[in-house]
């Protein structure tokens, strides 16, 4: 019969507990963007990065085929790949595809460097900082205290250097929502459980 009892009231804490704190982190990653958090430390607070690579390659100017041959591509070699002339490709394998099905295995091979570095258009890779937002840190997973005592600190005027301006700009929001010390710590508990990979 204890076993039971025991049992019984486990189950019962496993079943309160833990939902409980998988609401509270729900209600926390919530709060952390109804404050507008996420607009200046990015997703989960992992930095305001690119969350894709934007990229793109095509042959769609004359010049591209006369830099091919003074980068020591045969003539031949790029007559062959004007059909390419004005089509775009979204990725580089695709493009190389494409060059393949033109010169063939062992020229592509041996060129496709001096193709894709004429063609290739890398604007911006993923997990690029977003020009503009290079002082704002990261959050994510930085220990609970002291993401604490930082918005805290900078809330309360305590802490006035980099960019705390902008942070106390939501202070009236706060206010008017009525956040507490408590939601404070929800925040921080959230963004130090974050894992972060490197």
Do not use: W
Request: proline share 3%; hydrophobic share 35%; aromatic share 10%.
């Amino acid at each position: 019969m204890k076993t039971f009892i025991l049992s019984a009231i486990i189950l019962l804490m496993f079943g309160i507990i833990l939902p409980t704190s998988v609401v509270c982190a729900a209600d926390a990653a919530e709060l952390y963007v109804k404050l507008t958090c996420n607009t200046c430390h990015g997703l989960d607070g992992k930095g305001m990065v690119r969350t894709e690579t934007k990229e793109k390659y095509y042959l769609r100017k004359k010049k591209m085929y006369k830099q091919m041959v003074k980068d020591g591509m045969p003539v031949d070699i790029v007559k062959k790949l004007q059909p390419l002339y004005k089509k775009k490709f979204k990725g580089k394998d695709d493009f190389i595809k494409a060059i393949e099905g033109h010169i063939g295995l062992a020229d592509t091979e041996k060129y496709k460097d001096i193709v894709v570095k004429i063609g290739g258009r890398i604007y911006y890779h993923k997990g690029d900082l977003i020009p503009g937002f290079e002082d704002y840190p990261m959050h994510a997973g930085n220990k609970k205290l002291y993401l604490y005592y930082q918005m805290k600190d900078i809330l309360e005027g305590k802490r006035t250097n980099g960019n705390s301006e902008a942070m106390r700009g939501i202070k009236p929001f706060i206010d008017n929502n009525h956040i507490t010390d408590d939601d404070y710590m929800s925040i921080a508990e959230y963004l130090s459980n974050v894992k972060v990979v490197k």
